[in-house]
């Protein structure tokens, strides 16, 4: 085991460690103000591990949702999932015996650690990313089951905590737009979506923004491989 693929990893992961013990802990409050204890919410998080998801499934929960009500909903939650896993394709194809996990925890933040492709000098690829996705569902589940304990000694109304989600894809797409410099993927992703919203509407723009920014991203790329 190459420890210093190891180390690197878990520093990699450091940025995330912060917001999913927070954003986990406000997921156990929520799940242990619904009624629902500590197995509950950790097995939501080991299982599911689909952070805006899981918030969501918290009222499917507690409002008596349908099979088909609850399927439809989660297609629509994390459809983008579809759309971004794609670019990761080539980048874990190699991974043998990490690749299920990987695949299983790739997430938003995951994948905005990983989605450049490159891997500190001296690790293991495939190991380093695998850590990475690894790191990042522990500290999801700490901070659930965090708060899950917390929500039975600290009872405070959750009104709210919701946007704890959308706060921290706030910070992701500012860590990629620092990080990086092309800027043309993220201002496609952000017109796409205010032009969807405006066609659309809020409770059905989303399926369109990923298929409109999949479609332009694509028209992009063969266009810069001398395909178009």
Known sequence: MNLKTIRQAFYKSVPVMAGYVVLGTGFGILMRNAGYGVLWTAAMSAFIYAG??????????????????????????????????????????????????????????????????????????????????????CYWVSGSVLGSLLGTVLPFPTTGIEFSMTA?????????????????????????????????????????????????LTILRRREEGLV
């Open 52 to 137: 805006s998801m899981q918030y969501v499934g918290v009222s499917l929960l507690t409002g008596g949702a349908s099979v088909l009500t609850t399927a439809l909903t989660t297609i629509m939650v994390n459809a983008r999932h579809l759309f971004y896993s794609i670019s990761m394709i080539d980048t874990y194809k190699d991974a043998g015996q990490f690749k299920p996990y990987m695949i299983f925890a790739l997430t938003d933040e995951t994948y905005s650690l990983l989605c450049d492709g490159t891997t500190p000098d001296g690790t293991e690829p495939n190991l380093y990313r695998f850590f990475v996705s690894l790191f990042n569902q």
């Open 168 to 216: 921290l894809f706030v910070a992701a797409f500012t860590e990629q737009w620092l990080t990086t410099k092309d800027h043309v993927p993220a201002l496609t992703g952000l017109l796409s979506t205010l032009l969807c919203l405006l066609v659309f509407g809020r409770e059905r723009f989303l399926i369109p923004a990923m298929l409109l920014i999949t479609l332009i």
